[in-house]
């Protein structure tokens, strides 16, 4: 079983950067693929990125493609998403995801095991 803390929301202005951080315990980080989800007031939670478990693959939503960088560091137990160029429809509670896995990746909400309690992004314009 893995526990997952995410870290670095905040408020700010279109155009501006964050990054955010999941922290993961366990000695078995290494063994998930993790992800990266958003959810929007009202709004259904979506997928933003996934990262398997060696940092080798990568994949994004249409939506952040070209302005969000997801990377894992697996000596530090960390998975991070930089979030550059940022729009007001960025805005949403970001949750880092983690699923025991061979070395895929995984863009839909059920395919993941574990979830933390979300971080919130706000951009304002």
């Known amino acids: 079983q893995v526990q997952l803390v995410e870290s670095g929301g905040g408020l700010v202005q279109a155009g501006g950067s964050l990054r955010l951080s999941c922290a993961a315990s366990?000695?078995?980080?290494?063994?998930?693929?993790m992800g990266w989800f958003r959810q929007a007031p009202g709004k259904e939670r979506e997928f933003v990125a996934t990262?398997?478990?060696?940092?080798?693959?990568?994949y994004y939503a249409d939506s952040v493609r070209g302005r969000f960088t997801i990377s894992r560091d697996n000596d530090k137990n960390t998975v991070n998403l930089g979030l550059n160029s940022l729009k007001p429809e960025d805005t949403a509670t970001y949750y880092c995801?983690?699923?025991?896995?061979?070395?895929?990746?995984?863009?839909?909400?059920?395919?993941?095991?574990?979830w933390g309690q979300g971080t919130r992004v706000t951009v304002s314009s």
């Open positions: 995801a983690a699923r025991s896995d061979n070395n895929g990746v995984y863009v839909r909400n059920y395919q993941y095991d574990y």
């Open positions: 366990g000695r078995t980080f290494s063994s998930y693929a």
């Open positions: 990262i398997n478990r060696n940092g080798g693959r990568t």
